[in-house]
């Protein structure tokens, strides 16, 4: 694993810990980096340099990152079976009156379908609103149909970058719907009746430093990483860091697993400043000391607010998921055969859905009561 992928995994960690409640959770590290990187190359100077350490632990050059979130942003042809479905797009929504630099044009055609339109953000903030969230409603097939709630958008709003993420792939390995049966789930609330799936495979699987890892392949070359704790999720989740999480993917081995799990349908929306804020992301939101000069010559843009969806759903098929992140700116006023190891998912545990070449983390999810 490169550094590139390390750092991803590190933001996606740091953004976990941070966003996540006690109970369930669910973001798309690939959206909000991608929303954050565009961010990065449309500032300059203090703003910049916060969302690069971020991202990317202090590289100078965020190209790296870009490059790893552009090659997740295709998946392999698969050949057979359902076609698995990745749509992505990353776009400036500009008021009309608001002069853009070409050069950030150009960097932002170089991210997967990245491109700009105008919205009506002064005359109309209601209107520039709606279009925003029937744009991301599209790429997400109506799993995000209102990205931006009323007051998100204001008169003195003046641009927002946005990106929008679909997935959809079939397991490999389908579950049988007839072996779903309810099982109990302990939670910390007690245990819970919940339907249960079912299914004896070849899946990767790793056993070590008190987890238990469970890769379970879709198509097109993405997965779904269940990564259960020997104890409590609460007292070992503190513990994993970058490097731990690293070596648990890549001791991953295929053989016969016998694997119960839970459905899963989570859904979360965030405003994440505070959250920025408390990663040392914090100059972008400042009027007088941000610098978005190489998106914009008018001097007084900032970032008012950044706003993140997520959803995610598995079942005996295979996985659904969406995300969105609107950067929103404003103007100053203005194997061989063995006997299967069984892993039953009857407790909380981890959830990432990552792309299989790149390593690029989808969705990051914490289960707690399914």
Known sequence: MGKADTDHLTFSLALHRAVAARGNS?????????????????SRGAAS???????????????????LLRAAATLTESGRGEAPVLEVANTLWAAEQLPL???????????????????????????????INAAVAETTHDLIPELLEPGDVKADTVASLVNALYLKVAWQHRFRDEQTEDGDFHSPSGIRRVPMMRQTESFGYAARDGWQVVDLPGAGGVRATI???DGELSAQEPELDAHGLAALLSAVRNRQVRLTMPKVSLEARAALKPVLAELGVRTMFSARDS?????????????DEVIHQAVLRLDEQGLEGAAATAVVMRLL?????????????DRPFLLLVRHAETGVVYFFARVVEP
């Not at 044009?105 to 005359?123: D, I, Q, S």
């Open 291 to 303: 610098d978005f000069t190489p998106l914009t010559p008018d001097p007084r843009v900032f970032v």
């Open 227 to 229: 990564l259960l704790p």
């Open 49 to 67: 340099e916060e969302l690069v350490r971020l991202l990317a632990g202090g590289d100078a050059d965020i190209a790296k990152q870009a490059e």
């Open 26 to 42: 669910c973001f798309s590290p690939y959206s909000v980096a991608s929303a954050l990187g565009l961010t990065s190359q449309a």
């Open 333 to 345: 006023a203005a194997v061989g055969p063995v006997d299967p190891v069984e892993v039953v998912v």
């Open 101 to 131: 630099h070409e050069d950030f044009l150009g960097e932002l055609a170089a991210w997967p379908n990245g491109g700009v339109r105008t919205a009506p953000f002064a005359t109309d903030p209601e209107a520039a609103r709606q279009a």
